[in-house]
């Protein structure tokens, strides 16, 4: 019998044009008062401001408590000095403005006297170890639009974290990484590095530029996707980690029912990561968690997710490759080289894929994203065929009531990698299962069942690296959301998490909700 292990779908775009800026940088004068010239004379602060970048290449770095993006401003067309054009657009000439590399860095002098303070002398505190946050929001530089699921994280260590779906992050550091380069990047983007002291003490509002793929830089020639798969299967080895490693993840299931939260479930795990090309499994322990459920859920439908934690095990797609990776002897699917893309500034080959046409089971389509220079798997997203996911509820759903009936809608997945020390390793694994419920005999009785879950790696240690004893290991293939577990009031301690979005936030707080306080 065929093994199937579930996968997302996704699309993707490259903008084919050429990107020109003009230059103010002048030997021997202040950049700022370089002379430009802003074409739009009405819109937002966020879009004026974006006028300045595109005249002069310079991106912007500010507390967005300090400036409203949407407030509509309307100046007269002549020509300004860059600090003039701040000025103007924001309407605070208390601004202080100091160039660091190809940001403009705004603050209010206040609040940059307390940062350099920060910044030269050690964080106060007890004689533990002492953290810092770094924060803000993620987004696109031309179109304002928040930047989901972009990768957060310090260059020098192998700490990072995920932005949520509003773009939002928060990274929790040592004061040992006091002086390190955070970077920020995303599928289809230029990523940015920014030294952490620059964005300590404020909620930051950051953008990433689309990434331009010049005309004149592609050369067209014939792909085999299978071939770049193959490539990708055999340089498994090369690519990814020949020595077990400790992963420090951050892990989230929920269940949304009529579109409403009813139960979401958190922790932190350590997974002992075998090597790539290893038999052996990987183990999971369990650090911290919670439970937050909705007690005044009268509905007779309780849904509770089973294997979340496998699930994203099994979604280690380059440990354990799916069917669509088997191009040798698969007869099932139809590749194409649909596309080429950026990922953290290198060039992505895109490869689709769909099962044929004379395979009526249900199978997968989606995307692929390998290094197009070392042919490292970066990011795989699919689906359920959306002609066949209907079929797939025996699969999915273990029991059921005898009352209702249960039909998938939309089943996908999105798996990424990133590198660390120039090898490849799990980065941000979702899942999301849309389902129709409707009771039997009742034509009107219809709604909705999303369950999700997703996982992030926080932290990656390879030193003195060993597998778990039995009494440490967690079950993987239960129901999480059963686990016992005691509570702890500073639940998140010094961990990095995924910071939940603005519909998870507001659905925890409609609920009345009860943290579970249990005991082993």
């Not at 403009?104 to 002492?130: F, M, R, Y």
């Not at 007690?295 to 669509?324: H, Q, R, T, W, Y």
């Not at 909705?448 to 932290?459: K, P």
């Amino acid at each position: 019998m065929k093994r199937k292990v579930p996968y997302f779908a996704a699309c993707s775009f490259i903008w084919f044009m050429l990107f020109i800026t003009a230059s103010v940088r002048a030997e021997g004068k202040d950049t700022l008062d370089c002379k430009i010239i802003l074409l739009k004379t009405k819109g937002t602060i966020y879009q004026m401001l974006g006028e300045i970048t595109e005249r002069s290449g310079f991106l912007f770095i500010y507390d967005s408590n300090i400036l409203d993006n949407d407030q509509r401003i309307k100046l007269k067309k002549k020509e300004y000095t860059i600090r003039e054009a701040v000025h103007a657009i924001t309407g605070q000439n208390d601004l202080k403005m100091k160039i660091i590399g190809n940001h403009i860095l705004l603050s209010l002098h206040q609040k940059t006297d307390s940062a350099a303070n920060v910044i030269d002398q050690p964080l106060a505190g007890h004689k533990e170890s002492i953290y810092f946050d770094v924060e803000g929001v993620l987004h696109d530089n031309y179109t304002q639009e928040p930047i989901s699921y972009g990768t957060v994280g310090v260059k020098e260590a192998g700490v990072g974290t995920i932005t949520n779906q509003n773009g939002e992050f928060r990274l929790r550091l040592p004061d040992s990484l006091l002086h390190s380069t955070i970077y920020f990047s995303h599928l289809g983007y230029k990523p940015q590095e920014i030294n952490s002291q620059l964005l300590i003490g404020r909620h930051n509002f950051l953008t990433l530029e689309p990434q331009v793929i010049p005309i004149q830089e592609i050369v067209v020639r014939l792909v085999n996707p299978r071939k770049l798969l193959q490539d990708m299967i055999d340089k498994r080895n090369i690519n990814y980690a020949n020595h077990p490693a400790y992963l420090t993840s951050f892990y989230r299931e929920g269940v949304e029912h009529r579109k409403k939260l009813s139960n979401l479930t958190e922790a932190i795990f350590k997974i002992y990561k075998t090597p790539y090309m290893s038999p052996h499994k990987d183990q999971v322990k369990l650090l911290k968690m919670r439970r937050i459920s909705d007690e005044n859920e009268k509905d007779s439908l309780i849904a509770k997710m089973k294997s979340g934690i496998n699930a994203c095990l099994l979604l280690d797609v380059i440990k354990i490759l799916p069917d669509f990776f088997m191009t040798d002897y698969n007869d099932q699917y139809n590749y194409i080289h649909s596309d080429i893309t950026v990922i953290d500034n290198r060039l992505a080959n895109v490869i689709s894929f769909e099962q044929k046409a004379n395979v009526k089971e249900p199978l997968y389509k989606g995307a692929i994203y390998i290094d197009a220079e070392n042919d490292a798997l970066l990011r795989v997203s699919f689906e359920f065929n959306p002609q066949y996911v209907k079929d797939v509820g025996n699969i999915l759903i273990i029991k059921k009531s005898r009352d209702i009936k249960i039909i998938p809608q939309k089943v996908s997945y999105t798996v990424t990698y990133k590198p660390w020390n120039n090898t490849y390793y799990i980065n941000h694994i979702r899942g999301d299962l849309n389902f129709k419920i409707k009771k039997r005999r009742k034509i009107f009785n219809t709604n909705t069942l999303h369950v999700w879950f997703e996982m992030a790696t926080c932290r990656i240690d390879t030193i003195d690296v060993r597998r778990f004893t039995k009494h440490e290991i967690l079950p993987t293939r239960s129901i999480f959301a059963e686990t016992n577990f005691i509570y702890d009031k500073d639940f998140w301690e010094n961990f990095n998490v995924i910071l939940p979005e603005e519909k998870l936030n507001e659905a925890i707080s409609k609920i009345s909700s009860k943290i579970e306080e249990t005991g082993y």
